[in-house]
């Protein structure tokens, strides 16, 4: 009889290179105590105050089939294995499920400084219609989650799309070689995390070590109208890899031809080459949205599937929460929550994308965040959108470094500057008229989704 199980004794030997180990079965490995369910796998690791291993006892009761932990929390139970480093045995069982893919499974490994996670939806949403599309859940895109996401792939995946995010050089090296994708896609590059590199081309070599870890052969969706396409291609092309690229750009492969909001639908039409493809989201979307399904449609090029079926995949896509989701509220108002993250390239997108929304009794209204870890140009980066922030009615800001660009915006379109969200809570709703829309952008930490909660609880129909 076949083994439908992801895990049993005698895998876990394997992908460990144990001696003994007790018989159980499992198809899920958990790293939370809190969460496991009956059956699963738990990995204690160590963090930064105490192990995870102390928890195992309490996932054995939570119902796990077994336990992994470190040798220094000790192993007195037969259903308890005791490792040198428990997240080099994370990184081992995840190794293993990778070398064991069945021959039919494609892995499809995503970065950028932006636009990952909805990226990874529309591909997810694209190859549906072609077999069993499985993602990482979240944003599990680090050292950690990407590994645990790929020891829990099913055996009857088709499509595993894999989001990989980083803050230092060698770090999406480190993922892609765990991974092994067979094809990649870059967003978008943009100065994010740059107080960790020396230049935005830093930047961008760091994101093509997702190359390193592909066959020869293997596909490379790169943006067209990246103005650091040409690295990207150079790096891909060290890896003998396929290039593919999508953009605004009529050069590009996947090229956009129309972006229109139509009936709070957009409407998106897309070229391969001289082959058009009509879909549409059937909720208002940002151009940037736009682009990264375009991504989402070279991949299927790539694999060598029908666009058209594709785009009908596509036609179920809606924002993610915090990441560009678009609402009608009372009063026909319209809030663009995009509170997720913020760094000068999807503030700029957001802010373009804001314009498509406008009509003629419209007023655009942004509310800007600090965007952290720019390094040491932070500064100048914030009062370099103000070409872009001016394009809108009003911007009102939010945070020490925002107080850069709210000094170089014209007065006529200057908002209130606050050093903190609480700071606009009571002030924000008062000011809103009808037929407004708003923007809301920063990074995560300067808690923008409070400003959004509080429109929420004044306009919500």
Same mark, same amino acid.
């Given at each position: 009889?076949?083994?439908?199980?992801?895990?049993?004794?005698?895998?876990?030997?394997?992908?460990?290179?144990?001696?003994?180990?007790?018989?159980?079965?499992?198809?899920?490995?958990?790293?939370?105590?809190?969460?496991?369910?009956?059956?699963?796998?738990?990995?204690? @690791?160590?963090?930064?105050?105490?192990?995870?291993?102390?928890?195992?006892?309490?996932?054995?009761?939570?119902?796990?089939? #077994?336990?992994?932990?470190?040798?220094?929390v000790g192993a007195e139970n037969s259903r308890v294995i005791a490792v040198n480093n428990t997240e080099e045995a994370l990184v081992d069982l995840a190794l293993f499920r990778r070398a064991n893919f069945p021959q039919k499974t494609k892995l499809i490994g995503v970065t950028g400084s932006a636009g990952k996670t909805s990226t990874k939806e529309?591909?997810?949403?694209? @190859?549906?219609?072609? *077999?069993?599309?499985?993602?990482?859940?979240?944003?599990?895109? /680090?050292?950690?989650?990407?590994?645990?996401?790929?020891?829990?792939?099913?055996?009857?995946?088709?499509?595993?799309?894999? !989001?990989?995010?980083?803050?230092?050089?060698?770090?999406?090296?480190? @993922?892609?070689?765990?991974?092994?994708?067979?094809?990649?896609?870059?967003?978008?590059?943009?100065?994010?995390? #740059? !107080?960790?590199?020396?230049?935005?081309?830093?930047?961008?070599?760091?994101?093509? !070590?997702?190359?390193?870890? $592909?066959?020869? %052969?293997?596909?490379?969706?790169?943006?067209?109208?990246?103005?650091?396409?040409?690295? $990207?291609?150079?790096?891909?092309?060290?890896?003998?890899? /396929?290039?593919?690229?999508? %953009?605004?750009?009529?050069?590009?492969?996947?090229? +956009?031809?129309?972006?229109?909001?139509?009936?709070?639908?957009?409407?998106?039409?897309?070229?391969?080459?001289?082959?058009?493809?009509?879909?549409?989201?059937?909720?208002?979307?940002?151009?940037?949205?736009?682009?990264?399904?375009?991504?989402? +449609?070279?991949?299927?090029?790539?694999?060598?599937?029908?666009?058209?079926?594709?785009?009908?995949? @596509?036609?179920?896509?809606?924002?993610?929460? %915090?990441?560009?989701?678009?609402? $009608? #509220?009372?009063?026909?108002?319209?809030?663009?929550?995009?509170? &997720?993250?913020?760094?000068?390239?999807?503030?700029?997108?957001?802010?373009?994308?804001?314009?498509? &929304?406008?009509? /003629?009794?419209?007023?655009?209204?942004?509310? +800007?965040?600090?965007?952290?870890?720019?390094?040491? *140009?932070?500064?100048?980066?914030?009062?370099?959108?103000?070409?872009?922030?001016?394009?809108?009615?009003?911007?009102?800001?939010?945070?020490?470094? $925002? %107080?850069?660009?709210?000094?170089?915006i014209s007065k006529e379109r200057q908002g209130v500057h606050v050093k903190s969200a609480e700071e606009m809570l009571d002030f924000i709703p008062s000011q809103i008229k009808e037929n407004d829309i708003i923007l809301i952008k920063g990074s995560l930490g300067m808690n923008m989704s409070k400003i959004v909660n509080a429109i929420l609880k004044?306009?919500?129909?």
């Open positions: 009889m076949a083994n439908n199980f992801i895990w049993d004794q005698d895998k876990l030997k394997s992908a460990l290179r144990l001696k003994h180990c007790a018989e159980f079965r499992s198809n899920n490995v958990s790293i939370d105590s809190r969460k496991v369910k009956e059956g699963d796998v738990f990995i204690g @690791l160590k963090g930064i105050r105490r192990d995870g291993g102390i928890f195992a006892e309490k996932a054995l009761e939570n119902g796990a089939s #077994l336990c992994i932990v470190n040798h220094s529309q591909v997810k949403l694209a @190859l549906q219609n072609f *077999g069993n599309a499985y993602a990482t859940v979240g944003n599990l895109n /680090n050292h950690l989650g990407l590994p645990l996401t790929i020891a829990n792939v099913p055996d009857d995946v088709d499509y595993c799309i894999l !989001e990989m995010g980083m803050k230092h050089a060698g770090e999406i090296s480190y @993922l892609s070689k765990i991974a092994r994708p067979d094809i990649s896609i870059i967003t978008t590059i943009a100065p994010a995390h #740059l !107080e960790f590199f020396n230049s935005i081309e830093d930047i961008v070599r760091a994101k093509s !070590e997702i190359y390193q870890g $592909m066959k020869p %052969g293997s596909w490379a969706v790169i943006n067209e109208d990246s103005p650091y396409k040409k690295i $990207m291609i150079e790096e891909a092309q060290k890896y003998d890899l /396929n290039i593919i690229t999508f %953009g605004e750009s009529k050069n590009a492969n996947i090229s +956009l031809g129309e972006y229109k909001i139509e009936q709070n639908k957009t409407k998106i039409k897309a070229y391969n080459q001289n082959q058009a493809v009509n879909y549409f989201f059937p909720v208002i979307a940002g151009k940037h949205l736009a682009l990264n399904s375009l991504a989402a +449609l070279a991949v299927t090029a790539a694999l060598n599937h029908d666009l058209e079926k594709s785009s009908n995949g @596509l036609a179920a896509f809606k924002p993610i929460c %915090g990441r560009g989701a678009a609402q $009608m #509220l009372k009063n026909n108002v319209i809030l663009i929550d995009d509170t &997720y993250n913020a760094n000068p390239a999807s503030v700029r997108a957001a802010l373009e994308s804001a314009l498509q &929304y406008r009509t /003629n009794d419209n007023r655009l209204i942004a509310i +800007l965040g600090d965007m952290r870890e720019l390094g040491d *140009g932070a500064k100048q980066l914030h009062e370099d959108l103000a070409d872009a922030a001016m394009k809108l009615d009003i911007i009102h800001t939010v945070g020490g470094l $925002m %107080g850069a660009l709210h000094k170089n004044s306009f919500s129909q």
